[in-house]
């Protein structure tokens, strides 16, 4: 079963950055690169939104309210996944889940246990 652990988040200010985490871990060998890694993110009241997903071979896609702002990373060997966070605005304010697409099995999807990020002055 494939865990997924994030990390980093706090308060920031706006206009500040923030660089969030996530490692990823399993009973048996794994293999990170068949997993497209995603952030999304769910704000109060707000449905979970896709914020940014990077494919094993670092194929990358954001939405467009972070574009410019946020970008993701990933180091295959580590099997984590990071999220810079520049720039930031109070409607970046959300919990931030780590997600991990099987690519080459379309049920699984794996979610970590989400951190909360808030945007404040």
């Known amino acids: 079963q494939v865990q997924l652990v994030e990390s980093g988040g706090g308060l920031v200010q706006p206009g500040g950055s923030l660089k969030l985490s996530c490692k990823m871990s399993?009973?048996?060998?794994?293999?990170?690169?068949?997993?497209?890694m995603g952030w999304y993110r769910q704000a109060p009241g707000k449905q979970r939104e896709l914020v940014a997903t990077i494919t094993s071979g670092r194929t990358t896609h954001y939405v467009d309210s972070v574009k410019g702002r946020f970008t993701i990373s990933r180091d295959n060997s580590k099997k984590t996944v990071d999220l810079r966070m520049n720039l930031v605005k109070p409607e970046d304010t959300a919990v931030y889940y780590c997600?991990?697409?099987?690519?080459?099995?379309?049920?699984?999807?794996?979610w970590g246990q989400g951190t909360q990020v808030t945007v404040a002055a």
């Open positions: 997600n991990a697409k099987n690519d080459h099995d379309a049920n699984e999807n794996n």
């Open positions: 399993r009973a048996i060998t794994s293999t990170f690169n068949m997993y497209t």
